[in-house]
């Protein structure tokens, strides 16, 4: 089994920023790439950000492009999210995820683990 634990969410002010981070344990070896999802009432998961560090190649949502950076620390074995110039409309429950797929991983229906979530709220 892996479990993956989410933190660092929390409340900010539209254009400021938010560091999350997720630390995976158990059979990590398992999975080849890691990304985050973001969830808002009423809506669909949807995807974030992603990190295959195998060849370290990293996809980005168009929502996010220029303002979100993904990362990943391997000796704490440790994947951030770090987001910038935050809007009201980043507002949602952010989810960590994990695949063993070797293909870009861009969707939910790839994710094999899932994080418990952190909520990030912007307010206007």
């Known amino acids: 089994q892996v479990q993956l634990v989410e933190s660092g969410g929390g409340l900010v002010q539209a254009g400021g920023s938010l560091r999350l981070s997720c630390v995976g344990s158990?059979?990590?070896?398992?999975?080849?790439?890691m990304g985050w999802f973001r969830q808002a009432p009423g809506k669909e998961r949807e995807f974030v950000a992603s990190?295959?560090?195998?060849?370290?190649?990293?996809f980005y949502a168009d929502s996010v492009k220029g303002r979100f950076t993904i990362s990943r620390d391997n000796a704490k074995g440790t994947l951030y999210l770090q987001m910038n110039s935050l809007k009201p409309e980043d507002t949602a429950v952010y989810f960590c995820?994990?695949?063993?797929?070797?293909?870009?991983?861009?969707?939910?229906?790839?994710?094999?683990?899932w994080g418990q979530g952190t909520q990030v709220t912007v307010s206007s």
């Open positions: 995820a994990a695949t063993r797929s070797t293909i870009a991983f861009t969707a939910a229906t790839m994710v094999d683990y």
């Open positions: 158990g059979r990590t070896w398992n999975y080849r790439a």
């Open positions: 990190f295959r560090w195998s060849v370290g190649s990293t």
